[in-house]
């Protein structure tokens, strides 16, 4: 399988979005037990080498950690005692089967909590015990989703490894689909009074954020996949900033720079074409928005 596999959004939406709650699901539960960290960075999956994992998750004295296994197909559970729960993730697994698995699963092992069983911000607003209607399963595009997300992750930790300053890992929100990567500037952002608690959390301090998602069909969104930055607070005139390469571009409204998934994927340089989009969204939003880059930069012992 290449690197950027095609991933066109119709031919896989009714596994994307069963997909999306899945992850809900068991992000929730990562919700539920971790203790929570600055901008929400407790909820979040990570790139693992066979899917995406909670990664340790503590529960009374010990530890645990879900992970969707994408290569074998199944949803396994291991606790730091050695314990292991697992079921198979197949077509026709409905979201209220698997929301009972899960939860069967956890029970097994000793480990009880409860979740708020609905979807957040998903393509879905019915309750996850009573989801029959989402039960779709393409194995060849889980797995295309799975490469994506990783060759994403291996470009989003090497652009992070350039940065000095506070930045979150490279991880993947359940309630947004998307794999991201943030940068701070170390200075506060302006209260949002009039915001809910996600976002005030999210953006209590400046930001420049890079991702990519794989479209979705939000109105005012891109149904199609996509790498993209933001800065935010958004200063005036970001939009006049360059961008590169040729093809990325900044949304009407300039609050956000794209670079289409499908204008780099075939490319032999796409690696290359990402970095430099990711750098020139970064200094855009630098230079706008005042941030000390010199300072933020990082430079090697022996360079």
Not at 88 to 106: E, H, I, K, P, R
Not at 212 to 238: E, H, I, M, Q
Request: net charge negative; charged share 20%; with cysteine.
């Amino acid at each position: 399988m290449t690197a950027f596999p095609p991933m066109p959004l119709d031919a896989w939406r009714p596994t994307k979005n069963t997909l999306h709650l899945y992850l809900q699901i068991v992000g929730k539960v990562r919700l539920a037990l971790h203790p929570r960290v600055n901008h929400w960075w407790h909820v979040a999956f990570y790139v693992s080498a066979r899917g995406l994992t909670t990664g340790r998750i503590p529960y009374e004295g010990g530890n645990f950690e879900i992970e969707f296994d994408f290569h074998a197909h199944k949803l396994e559970i291991r606790t730091g005692k050695g314990s292991v729960e697992d079921f198979a993730l197949y077509d026709g697994l409905t979201v209220a089967d698997f929301y009972s698995s899960v939860f069967a699963n956890l029970a097994k092992l000793g480990i009880h909590t409860q979740i708020w069983a609905v979807p957040y911000e998903a393509p879905s607003t019915t309750p996850f015990a009573q989801d029959t209607g989402n039960h779709f399963y393409d194995k060849e595009y889980i797995e295309r989703f799975h490469q994506v997300l990783s060759s994403v992750d291996c470009i989003l930790q090497e652009f992070r490894g350039r940065f000095t300053g506070k930045s979150t890992p490279v991880h993947v929100f359940w309630h947004s689909f998307d794999i991201a990567l943030t940068r701070f500037s170390g200075r506060p952002a302006p209260p949002m009074p009039d915001a809910n608690m996600v976002t005030r959390e999210a953006y209590s301090h400046e930001v420049i954020s890079f991702g990519f998602w794989f479209g979705d069909d939000k109105p005012n969104s891109v149904a199609a996949p996509a790498f993209y930055s933001y800065t935010a607070p958004k200063p005036d005139g970001l939009e006049n900033e360059p961008l590169k390469p040729e093809k990325a571009f900044w949304t009407p409204d300039g609050a956000m720079a794209l670079l289409m998934y499908d204008n780099i994927r075939e490319q032999p340089d796409a690696r290359e074409q990402v970095l430099d989009f990711l750098e020139s969204a970064y200094q855009a939003g630098c230079k706008r928005a005042n941030w000390a880059v010199s300072e933020l930069t990082y430079h090697a012992v022996n360079e």
